[in-house]
């Protein structure tokens, strides 16, 4: 079966800037697929991309975007508009800035499904309620005449979750949607994504720059590095075979509980993630890598390392024996 | 040895206008407090948002008046000391380096201000003090020249404890540092945090949301709920053995990079905790999984554990 959502050779640049340098990613359906990476890395744009959702002055191109079958580069303005919401959503860091604050959290969420789906106001406002007990929020009735500044950090994530799955949306982009909440909290939003995606066959593209979140939801994961796709592997493979020198050097910054040693220093990946100019070519994680040399000026090779495992490197697989402390 | 901060029954209350009409409400940030940081060692605390941790390092740092209780740090009284004194015993590094850097100065001169309001130190001084402490922390002579907007994160919180340093404070709090930060950033500020600590002989009152960061840093880990500690011990024994409900379940909701293992069910409940609407007995007891009918009305004073901590709980 192809892909739900299968993304190639992904090119956004703003004024020249190239902020997504030739992503490659598939989403099959019913999975979650994570997009990791570090600030400015090209993530999060690479998601506003897939839903037409640029700021102004943002450039894309793609050798192919295929959402269901169709083509993502050929709809007009008015076509994407009647996917985005309904049968793809997204989901934001910041659910207080993706609410709007002059507005009853019913009236938000009902405004989904009158445009997309017509019908009465009463019919949706019965679905927003129904969707609010489905994600955990309990008196949906009095939530729905509330404003989102009544509602915690927790419960306005969930009414996002809510509103985005009004329409049952075959693709959830979500993105760092636990990142301004507590740990706690966390937990409990991204259980209840885990099981939406089982229980609806929802697949979901889940953007976040923690490694933790990756191994505990996700079944593939895209590494990102200024712009690119670094490195692509099924969950459990790229912790326990990580290949390109960025993921190794990503892995080894967690602290992990429980297993900590305070004597020594943590893993750390010595400078910055360096501007990418016109022109840039080879590795752009070279000025930061031990094992650069000067080929990796040059076009880099994607190798394979597994079925569904590849990576942009000069190295070949399991370089670990060379692999210094 | 003195304590380098030895805080006793400190309390601090906000009055919060709710409304027009309504009452006005007190909430209580930080309700009776009491511990000792060792000079030289570094004090954990962890918690959600809105637990007063921050409020704490407030009080601390001799930002907010206390509504009962007493600060020392350093066995000084901070309201007996006036501005400058004060600033050259504690300092605080926070979370957001863009946030506490002034946009319009360059990183040179935003390191030296502390030194130029002490009013005694020459130019001449500053200016070789300023140069040493920049590379101490990393950046170069080059960076100090620059504006903040110029610099990475990683980069503006190095220069953010450069000014901290800068005096040669001898203790530093620290307000979730890294936690705007990129993970390979994160452990680079902690690796030089650690490092200026044995150096410089530094205590540190660090305060986090992430577990794994405090665990990585702390000697000692106090977690807070509601204004309370609720649990405190030695770093070690408090991960290894987490004797409190709660310190359980945030030390459960913790996601380690361990593929397969799926996302924990921490069954705290949805009922977030309100300072200004704190539950009578226990104060965690409507989010507690053991809680048993005492808890409800009977608040748990605080008991001593091995090695050298305290719990706040019925039944641990």
């Known amino acids: ?107 938000q969420m009902a405004e989904v499904m009158t445009r997309h789906k017509g019908g009465s106001r009463g019919a949706a406002l019965d679905r927003a309620a129904e969707l609010m007990g489905r994600v955990g929020i309990t008196a949906p009735g009095m939530r729905l005449g509330q404003f989102p500044h009544q509602l915690s950090g927790g419960l306005r994530q ?23 909440l507590d740990v706690t909290v966390q937990a409990q939003i991204l259980r209840l994504l885990a099981n939406l995606k089982r229980e609806l066959g929802l697949s979901i593209l889940l953007i976040t720059h923690d490694l933790g979140i990756v191994a505990r939801v996700a079944d593939h994961v895209s590494v990102m590095y200024a712009g690119e796709v670094v490195e692509r592997a099924p969950t459990a493979e790229l912790f326990r075979a990580p290949q390109h020198p960025y993921t190794r050097g990503l892995l080894s910054c967690v602290p992990v509980p429980g297993r900590v040693q305070r004597d020594r220093p943590l893993g750390s990946i010595p400078g910055v993630v360096p501007a990418i100019g016109p022109g840039f070519a080879g590795c752009a994680f070279r000025s930061r890598c031990a094992h650069a040399d000067e080929t990796c000026t040059r076009a880099i090779p994607r190798r394979r390392a597994g079925d569904a495992h590849d990576y942009l490197c000069r190295l070949e697989p399991d370089w670990a024996e060379l692999q210094p402390a | 040895m003195t304590a380098a901060i030895e805080v006793e029954n400190l309390r601090c209350e906000f009055r919060v206008h709710t409304g027009l009409m309504s009452a006005e ?126 610099l990475s994160g990683g980069q503006r919180q190095r220069a953010a404890i450069a000014r901290a340093l800068v005096l040669e404070p001898r203790i ?10 990129d993970v390979s950033v994160q452990a680079q500020i902690l ?13 540190y009152l660090f305060i986090s949301h992430n577990l794994a960061v405090v665990e ?18 030695e770093t070690d024994a408090l991960f290894r053995k987490p004797r409190h409900p709660y310190t359980q379940a945030l030390l459960e909701s913790v996601l380690t990079p361990e593929p397969g293992k799926g996302v924990p069910d921490i069954g705290l409940g949805d009922a977030m905790p309100d300072p200004s609407n704190i539950p009578p007995g226990c104060r965690f007891n409507p989010r507690c999984r053991i809680a048993v009918e005492r808890c409800r009305h009977e608040a748990p004073m605080p008991m001593a554990r091995p090695p050298r901590g305290m719990v706040e709980c019925h039944l641990a």
């Open chain 2, 191 to 203: 690796n030089l945090l650690a490092d200026l600590r044995r150096d410089l002989g530094l205590t």
């Open chain 2, 25 to 150: 409400k007190r909430v209580v940030a930080v309700d009776d407090v009491t511990f000792k940081v060792p000079a030289g060692s570094v004090l954990g605390i962890v918690g959600e948002s809105g637990c007063g941790k921050s409020t704490l390092a407030r009080l601390i740092l001799g930002l907010l008046k206390p509504t009962a209780g007493t600060v020392l740090v350093d066995g000084k009284r901070l309201f007996d000391l006036d501005r400058k004194a004060r600033a050259r015993l504690i300092q605080p590094v926070f979370q957001d380096p863009f946030a506490s850097l002034n946009p319009r100065r360059r990183i040179k001169d935003i390191v030296a201000l502390p030194l130029a309001a002490q009013g005694t130190f020459s130019r001449g001084e500053i200016e070789r003090r300023v140069g040493g402490i920049l590379e101490r922390v990393g950046l170069s002579a080059a960076m100090g020249e620059r504006m903040p907007s110029q």
């Open chain 2, 172 to 181: 530093v709090i620290c307000d979730e540092p890294t936690s705007a930060l």
């Open chain 1, 158 to 180: 969930r009414v996002m979750i809510a509103m985005a799955l009004m329409c049952d949306p075959e693709l959830l982009i979500a993105d760092e949607p636990t990142t301004a």
């Open chain 1, 1 to 107: 079966m192809s892909a739900l959502l299968d993304v190639e050779e992904l090119q956004v640049t703003f004024n020249r800037t190239a902020a997504v340098r030739g992503a490659s990613f598939r989403v099959e359906r019913g999975e979650t697929h994570c997009l990791v990476g570090e600030s400015g890395c090209g993530k999060s744009v690479t998601a506003l991309a897939v839903m037409s959702l640029l700021a102004r002055g943002g450039q894309r191109s793609a050798k192919k975007m295929s959402f269901a079958g169709a083509d993502l580069t050929s709809l007009s303005d008015r076509e994407m508009a009647r996917l985005r919401g309904n049968r793809m959503a997204m989901i934001f860091q910041e659910p207080m800035t993706s609410l709007n604050p002059a507005f009853t959290i019913g009236s």
């Open chain 2, 216 to 233: 990585h840093v702390a000697s000692e880990v106090a977690v807070m709920y509601l204004g309370r500690f609720v649990e405190r011990n």
